[in-house]
């Protein structure tokens, strides 16, 4: 027969970790607050690969995981161009991509803005000057605003989104 009571008042194996980032929640307090007064209750994001390594679209995904958790800021991820605020584009621009995604920002709706994440959507990254790449995605669309990092984290994601949106302001 087994004993089991030994192994119910062992020491944790795994540390504990704190469930709330007080970084995260102060800038997502600030996001919140600018979303509602330009967009009402929720900002909607399209996220566009148009040839990336996936490092960042990890990132990207990490923002929706219980730890970040941005719809409580109200940020939604969406999967048609036609409900999206924000083109949120990853990876440098393949030639292959270059007409879906000049279609992917004529289908959004009008004030659309545009963010370059990562290094190889905001120069071509290591991929710069090949013969497989346009480049950044400003070379085919108006890029608001390039997060830089290979791959930036969730926080500099959310960090760049509120500058997006105080620039939003100021545009309006």
């Given at each position: ?5 030994p ?6 194996l795994?540390e504990?970790?704190?469930?709330r980032d ?5 800038i997502g ?9 330009l967009f ?8 566009l690969?148009?040839?990336s390594d996936?490092a960042t679209?990890?990132?990207?995904n990490n ?10 800021f109200?940020?939604i ?5 036609r409900?999206a605020?924000v083109l ?5 621009v393949?030639h ?10 004529e ?5 659309k803005?545009?963010v370059a994440?990562?290094d190889?959507?905001c120069?071509?990254?290591i991929?710069r ?5 346009m480049g950044?995605v400003?070379t085919i669309l108006?890029v608001?605003l390039k997060?830089?990092?290979?791959p ?5 994601i959310?960090?760049?989104l509120?500058?997006?949106m105080k620039r939003a302001r100021?545009?309006?």
């Amino acid at each position: 027969m087994v004993n089991v009571f030994p192994s119910l008042f062992k020491k944790n194996l795994t540390e504990d970790v704190p469930t709330r980032d007080d970084e995260v929640e102060r800038i997502g307090k600030a996001l919140k607050t600018e979303i509602g007064s330009l967009f009402g209750q929720s900002l909607a994001i399209r996220a566009l690969d148009t040839g990336s390594d996936n490092a960042t679209e990890i990132e990207i995904n990490n923002l929706s995981n219980p730890y970040y958790d941005v719809e409580r800021f109200g940020i939604i991820f969406v999967a048609s161009p036609r409900h999206a605020d924000v083109l949120l584009v990853t990876g440098a621009v393949t030639h292959n991509m270059v007409i879906a995604a000049q279609k992917t920002y004529e289908a959004m709706p009008s004030p659309k803005f545009v963010v370059a994440v990562g290094d190889d959507a905001c120069t071509g990254g290591i991929y710069r000057g090949s013969y497989a790449v346009m480049g950044g995605v400003d070379t085919i669309l108006p890029v608001d605003l390039k997060i830089p990092g290979n791959p930036p984290t969730p926080t500099e994601i959310l960090t760049g989104l509120l500058a997006l949106m105080k620039r939003a302001r100021d545009r309006k």
